[in-house]
C-alpha cells in the first residue's frame, strides 16, 4: 500500500537554528513528491515537487532533496515567519491521485 | 486574481440533512479534487475530476458524491451527512492533473455535523 510518513510531528526551533523535516514514502512508483506549506486556517500553499532521486530545489531558507524512500525539507536559519505546517504528498506512476502525510508543525521562536 | 473558492466557509448541520459544498476555480483548469482534513489522519483525498463529466474516487469516497458539469464548477455533495463527516474540507484544482502542475487549493470549509 503507498504510504507517506512525516517526522517530527512537531518541531520548535529557535531563530535562526537549523533542522531538517523528514518524509518517507512507500510508493509503487513515483510521479511526483510535493512539499506544501499550511498557515493556521488556510489551504495549502505549494512549495516544491520532485521527480527523481538526487533532485534538489531550493527557495529562500528552504531547500527540498529526494532520495528513493525519502525527501528532507532544510530549513536554513529560519525566521519566526516560516512557522507553519508543511506537508509532503506524492503521486504515484499510473494513478492522478495524490497521498498525503499528516504534516510536521514547525514553531520558530524569536 | 487566479483562485480556488469554497462556499460556505463555515456550517453547521444536523444527522441527515443533506447539503452541497460548492468549488470553483478561474483557472481554466482541467482537474479539481476534493480533499478532508482530520487531526492526526492528514489531507485525504474524497474524490477527483480529470475533466467534465470525468470523476473517480479517491481514498476516502464513502458517504460523499460529486459532479463536474462545468470546468469551473466542483461541488461536493453529502446526501446524508453524519457526524463521522464533520471536518475541514479543501477544494483543490490544477492544470491538468500531471506531477508537473501546481495543485492550488481553496480556503477551507469547515463542517460540523451534529
Known amino acids: 500500500e503507498d504510504q507517506v510518513t512525516q517526522s517530527p510531528e512537531a518541531l520548535r526551533l529557535q531563530e535562526g537554528e537549523s533542522s531538517s523535516l523528514n518524509c518517507s514514502y512507500t510508493?509503487?512508483?513515483?510521479?511526483?513528491l510535493f512539499w506544501y506549506r499550511q498557515d493556521p486556517g488556510k489551504g495549502p500553499e505549494f512549495l516544491f515537487t520532485?521527480?527523481?532521486a538526487g533532485e534538489e530545489k531550493e527557495k529562500e531558507r528552504l531547500k527540498a532533496t529526494l532520495t528513493k524512500k525519502e525527501s528532507f525539507l532544510h530549513i536554513t536559519a529560519p525566521k519566526p515567519e516560516d512557522s507553519a505546517t508543511y506537508l509532503c504528498?506524492?503521486?504515484?506512476?499510473?494513478?492522478?491521485?495524490?497521498?498525503f502525510g499528516t504534516g510536521t508543525r514547525l514553531k520558530v521562536l524569536a | 486574481e487566479a483562485q480556488v473558492t469554497q462556499n460556505p466557509r463555515y456550517l453547521i448541520t444536523v444527522t441527515g440533512k443533506k447539503l452541497t459544498v460548492t468549488c470553483s476555480q478561474n483557472?481554466?483548469?482541467?482537474?479539481m479534487s476534493w480533499y478532508r482534513q482530520d487531526p492526526g489522519l492528514g489531507l485525504r483525498q474524497i474524490y477527483y475530476?480529470?475533466?467534465?463529466?470525468?470523476?473517480d474516487k479517491g481514498d476516502v469516497p464513502e458517504g460523499y458524491k460529486v459532479s463536474r458539469k462545468e470546468k469551473r464548477n466542483f461541488p461536493l455533495i453529502l446526501e446524508s451527512p453524519s457526524p463521522n463527516q464533520t471536518s475541514l474540507y479543501f477544494c483543490?484544482?490544477?492544470?491538468?492533473?500531471?506531477?508537473?502542475?501546481?495543485?492550488?487549493f481553496g480556503p477551507g470549509t469547515r463542517l460540523t455535523v451534529l
Open positions: 475530476s480529470m475533466n467534465v463529466e470525468v470523476t
Open positions: 483543490a484544482s490544477s492544470l491538468s492533473g500531471l506531477a508537473t502542475d501546481t495543485q492550488y
Open positions: 504528498a506524492v503521486q504515484t506512476s499510473g494513478t492522478y491521485k495524490y497521498i
Open positions: 483557472m481554466n483548469h482541467e482537474y
Open positions: 510508493v509503487s512508483g513515483l510521479r511526483g
Open positions: 520532485l521527480y527523481s
